[in-house]
């Protein structure tokens, strides 16, 4: 494993409190799960930190998934009080999402980083296009497609989002609104989605990263548990803040930066991986 020194380690820790903090108000605010902030930060600094290329994106989506299980749990609950999660949605996707999450751990746990980045990239970039450019309003049709497209689309967000290491927010809104599905309801539903994604996810990195050659130092598999320790308790503090914001504000602003962040991060591994 790749060992870190004390300075580092310090900077690490400093980065990844201040990560928890913005991907738990993003996690309330956008349904998002926090893995959007969090593996592009775990991958950038993991790079700085010597860690190889072959496994830094597999500890830094392994890592984002099991962070997850506490961010989504508290933003699910805070959006579950306020009447914003729609379990008969849950239980019509529950099964989909399930099956695609396995596909996608598995298919993510035989591929190179590479691989990962591109798609990460690649997802990061069409989201951030989504944000700018689409008008509030516009949408598909009235309601969700019946099956089997329905369920084709749970089965695509669960198997994309695990090989990204996010909780399902980033594609299951966009994709709930273009059926005019109403926003703060989608973002709530989405932060419950997070843990069908992150449970299975965070054991499959774990499976798949045990006993590969050039992980950091205290990671289980693909979870670095230094990331862990820290990210959770910052985010699972901030997360209920996000979602207070999300039924006080209009975030179409907050929106905009933030894809702007997406597409930085896209082009950026972009070059990172064909530079």
Known sequence: MADFEIGSLLILGIALLATGVIAGIIAGLLGVGG???IVPV???MLTALGVGENVVMHVAVGTSLATILATGTSSALAHYKRGSVDLDLLKRWCIPIAVGVIAGT???G????MVLSLIFATVALLVAINMIFRKDGIALAGQLPGTPLKELLGL???GISVMMGIGGGTLSVPILTLFSYPIRKAVGTASAIGLIIAVPGTIGAIYYGL???GRPSWSLGYVNLIGFLLIIPASTLSAPW????AHA???RALKIVFALFLGFTGLRMFYDVLG
Do not use: D, F, M, T
């Open 156 to 158: 695509l967000i669960g």
């Open 110 to 113: 035989n591929v190179s980083g």
């Open 211 to 213: 006993g590969v050659e």
């Open 242 to 245: 996000g979602a207070r914001i």
């Open 42 to 44: 775990l991958y950038h």
């Open 106 to 108: 598995i298919i993510g």
């Open 35 to 37: 893995g959007i902030v």
């Open 249 to 251: 504000i209009n975030p």
